[in-house]
Nanobody, 129 residues
Framework: QVQPVESGGGLVQAGGSLTLSCATS????????MGWFRQAPGKEREFVAA????????IYADSVKGRFTISRVNAKNMVYLQMNNLKPEDTAVYYC??????????????????????WGQGTQVTVSS
């Protein structure tokens, strides 16, 4: 089992920045990729960003491209989501997830919820206007 645990959420004004952290424990050697998803009230959970373990390739949702950056520190089994120029529409619960599936050569595989096996409990991000 792999257990992701998120932290770093909070309240921030529009235009501000926030960094989310995700600590992973358990069978971390089995991870192929880590992703961030978010869910706003009344909406479905949506993909935000992902990073592939084998080569650090990344992929982002169009809505956050250029503003958010996903990164990892392998030695610490940590994944981060740096969020800049935050907008009120970024308000959501943010979830970290671990994939134990090999997605082939394309990182697009890791934009899908079904590609992930283990999920954290989420951390709230609220952006005020």
């Amino acid at each position: 089992q792999v257990q992701p645990v998120e932290s770093g959420g909070g309240l921030v004004q529009a235009g501000g920045s926030l960094t989310l952290s995700c600590a992973t424990s358990g069978r971390t050697f089995s991870i192929h990729a880590m992703g961030w998803f978010r869910q706003a009230p009344g909406k479905e959970r949506e993909f935000v960003a992902a990073i592939r373990w084998s080569d650090d390739s990344t992929i982002y949702a169009d809505s956050v491209k250029g503003r958010f950056t996903i990164s990892r520190v392998n030695a610490k089994n940590m994944v981060y989501l740096q969020m800049n120029n935050l907008k009120p529409e970024d308000t959501a619960v943010y979830y970290c997830a671990a994939s134990q599936s090999f997605g082939g050569t394309s990182t697009y595989y890791y934009t899908r919820r079904m590609s992930y096996d283990h999920w954290g409990q989420g951390t709230q991000v609220t952006v005020s206007s």
